[in-house]
């Protein structure tokens, strides 16, 4: 409860922008395109509400991917396909790519343990990239 990790400080930004009190470096430009996408229009304007949902929306997207890493970390597939296909199509996209170029462009054997820590790490990879912290 009283830790700061980064779903707190979201969680902290996303009530001070309910309170009309913006502070536009409280995210990086990784996190603003998240969180924009996630808005909607910007064109048509966009009240402190609807930008402070959005953060929520933006890290409870980042815990629904964790947990399909984890599900894909501890063999549990129908699970993890099932949040796979869940995901946004720009996210399995990404993730996709990650786990071609981990697997040197070559096809992977999901029952096998060692592909199920391949897929893993690239949906935390992915989950990096998403937060801006990797690339």
Do not use: C
């Not at 922008?17 to 409280?26: F, H, N, V």
């Not at 924009?36 to 933006?58: D, T």
């Not at 786990?99 to 989950?127: C, F, N, V, Y």
């Amino acid at each position: 409860m009283n830790e700061t990790n980064f779903a707190s400080n979201l969680l902290s930004f996303a009530k001070k922008l309910k309170k009309g009190k913006m502070d536009p470096e409280a995210l990086n430009e990784r996190q603003w395109a998240e969180v924009m996408q996630l808005a909607g229009n910007p064109k048509k304007g966009m009240s402190p509400e609807v930008l402070a949902h959005a953060v929520e929306q933006y890290l409870l997207s980042l815990r629904d991917q964790a947990d399909v890493g984890k599900s894909f970390y501890f063999g549990q597939l129908d699970e993890g396909f099932e949040g796979l296909f869940e995901l946004p199509e720009s996210v399995r996209v990404q993730i996709d790519q990650l786990i071609w170029e981990a697997a040197g462009g070559k096809p992977i054997d999901p029952t096998l343990r060692q592909s199920q820590e391949l897929i893993a790490a690239a949906i935390m990879h992915s989950i990096e990239m998403r937060m801006g912290i990797a690339s």
